[in-house]
């Protein structure tokens, strides 16, 4: 990899990377008093869902809230690809996976990927960073600021880089594991 590419990563890396630490401080749950709890819902919304408060453990009737479920991660795959104008092996090829796990995941909406096949398959579609993390959510994946090599691939995203190779060689120099299938 060229020394400009390996610096500019590295500087985007020690710009963005959150420790786990500033995160848990971030995150700390403070105990609540009862007159201190900040209600979840609207008095409007209050009035349609029936339901009762117990201080910061909120006791909810489950059966009267709808369950919305979104796109299966091969649902929304297929659907990106179609919205693309691409073709199938178009896209297994750019991302470096083969026709049989494509053929998987066509076949099973059902279907829950690796975080490598997902992310290949967000770079194989050249998503940008919004919808490669939809993408991502549907597969139950995400990308952290407390994870090189989240960074590395957030990195080759924002600035519209999708060769797999290059970003594998990458993600090597930095010591994270390769996109391999």
Do not use: W
């Not at 029936?50 to 201080?55: E, G, L, P, Q």
């Amino acid at each position: 990899m060229d020394k400009l590419l390996f610096s500019k990563i590295n500087s985007y890396i020690d710009t963005n990377f959150e420790s786990q630490a500033i995160l848990f401080e971030m995150a700390k749950c403070y105990s609540c008093a009862e007159d201190e709890y900040k209600p979840l819902y609207s008095k409007q919304e209050e009035k349609s869902i029936s339901f009762k408060r117990a201080c910061a453990k909120e006791v909810y009737d489950y059966e009267r809230i709808p369950i919305v479920l979104e796109d299966t991660f091969s649902q929304k795959l297929l659907s990106l690809i179609d919205k693309a104008g691409l073709s199938d092996p178009d896209v297994y090829k750019r991302a470096g996976i083969d026709r049989k796990l494509f053929s998987k995941i066509r076949s099973n909406k059902d279907y829950k990927p690796s975080k490598s096949t997902a992310i290949a398959l967000a770079l194989g579609l050249k998503l940008g960073l919004d919808d490669t993390l939809d993408l991502l959510k549907s597969a139950g994946f995400a990308l952290s600021s407390s994870s090189k090599f989240d960074l590395i691939i957030k990195y080759f995203i924002e600035h519209k880089m999708f060769d797999i190779f290059q970003i594998n060689e990458a993600l090597h120099e930095f010591g994270e594991p390769v996109l391999s299938f």
